[in-house]
Each structure stands twice: as C-alpha cells, then as structure tokens.
C-alpha cells in the first residue's frame, strides 16, 4: 500500500492506494470507522470477486444462486449504498472517497457532480476516451456508444459523511458481472478500457489514479475558518 496526504483547503486529506485486493468486507469495516472519527481521506483499490447489493435492490436481477457464487469464489454483500446490484473485480479501479459534506458545507448533488467531473477529465486525458452522464441512470458512458458503461456509482450518504464511491472498468473480465443484471441493466451493455483496445497495464491505472486524485482535490471546496464574535 502507498499512501499520499495532501494538506489542502485548511486540512489534511490521506490518499492510499493499495496493491492488493481488499475483501469487501475489510472496506465496509473502514468507512464504518471512517465516519465514526470523521476522518477523510481517499482510497484506490481492487476487490476480489464480488457482488454488491444496495438499499434499493431487486432479487431479480441476481441471475445465479448463492450456492453457484461461493462455487465461483465470487463472495455476495448486502450493503447500505444507494443503487441495484454491482459487481467488482480484478482490473478495476475503485475510488472509495470519504468526506465531511458538513464541515465543507458541499452539497450531495455538488460532490456527486465533482466526482463525476473528475472521472470524465481523467479518462480523456489519459486515454483520450470521452464519457458522458446519463441523467437516469448512475455512472459514465461512452460518448459515442451512451448505452455502453465504462464507470459505475454507488455512494452512501450518512451524518453528512461519504463513502463508497465508484468504480472504473479498465482490464476486469465481467466473470461477476455475467451473473446480475447491473442497476437493472444487461452486463454485455458494460465495457472497459482493454475492450476498447486501449493500454490497461498497471502504468495507465498509476496514471489515472494520479490524475483523478489531483483534480478533484483541486476543485475541493475548502473548509471555512469560523470567526469569533
């Protein structure tokens, strides 16, 4: 693991990056803590197999028993994120970020907007890929193809404190995802950054970990100085 603090906007937020897979439920454990002690920080990071499903899911779209999964290595949580079933894998990037909307006074709709922005600007500077929003449905798409997603989202929202995040597909293989239909959708509507024909060596992951962790720190909304009276 790696790790980065960035003194900014008048306190001090950790950025790690891990070189190993994290089991899901180590990371539901650290949020849990992260909230508590309200400490920010930013997390990058891989998960073994597994399928997520949060507070708005639908059995439906869970194609495969849980007896097919454990056969699979492919573990099953039910979290408190918002959204429908997801799915992680080796050769994502996931994004975990944590911060005190409260104390930033930012908006949920604000730091919604600023993650998203971040992910757009780094994919097209890295990979000069352009993606798009979809105003119903959550993540990223590509420009020219918008039913194709490339980036999903899913984020918790509690005591005005973030976590869970998002997740880029760069060189993951769908082996999770042929098992769900993800937010409702089918998984041969996802794609990645290999599948484009595009470089997805652990290189062009560093690159865009970097780069994403620079602009949306860099367009982080400061914490204020309270005046005494």
């Not at 980065?4 to 454990?29: C, G, H, M, W």
């Not at 803590?33 to 439906?60: A, Q, V």
């Not at 409260?102 to 890295?126: M, N, Q």
């Not at 484009?196 to 992951?205: A, F, Q, T, V, Y």
Request: proline share 4%; net charge neutral; hydrophobic share 35%.
């Amino acid at each position: 693991m790696t790790s980065s603090s960035f003194s900014i906007n008048n306190t001090s937020v950790q950025a790690f990056s891990l070189k190993n897979p994290l089991p899901y439920e180590d990371y539901v454990r650290f949020q849990e803590k992260s909230r508590e002690n309200r400490r920010e920080s930013i997390l990058f990071l891989e998960h073994p197999l597994t399928i997520t499903g949060g507070i708005n899911y639908n059995i439906d779209n869970l194609l495969r028993n849980e007896d097919f999964l454990s056969e699979h290595g492919i573990s099953l949580q039910y979290i408190k994120r918002g959204g429908d079933y997801t799915a992680h894998e080796p050769g994502q990037i996931v994004t975990y970020i944590h911060l005190d909307l409260k104390k930033r006074e930012i908006s949920i709709s604000e730091f919604l907007d600023g993650v998203l922005e971040s992910a757009i600007y780094s994919t097209k500077k890295v990979w000069d890929l352009d993606l798009v929003k979809n105003p119903h449905a959550p993540g990223l798409y590509l420009s020219n193809s918008p039913t194709r997603k490339i980036l999903s989202m899913g984020v918790l929202f509690k005591s005005w404190f973030t976590s869970y995040g998002i997740a880029l597909n760069v060189s993951n293989d769908f082996s999770a995802f042929q098992c769900i239909h993800p937010c409702g959708q089918d998984w041969k509507s996802m794609i990645s950054v290999s599948q484009l024909g595009l470089p997805s060596g652990e290189d062009k992951k560093k690159e865009w970990i970097q780069t994403f962790q620079s602009k949306f720190l860099e367009n982080l909304k400061p914490i204020r100085d309270k005046i005494s009276t």
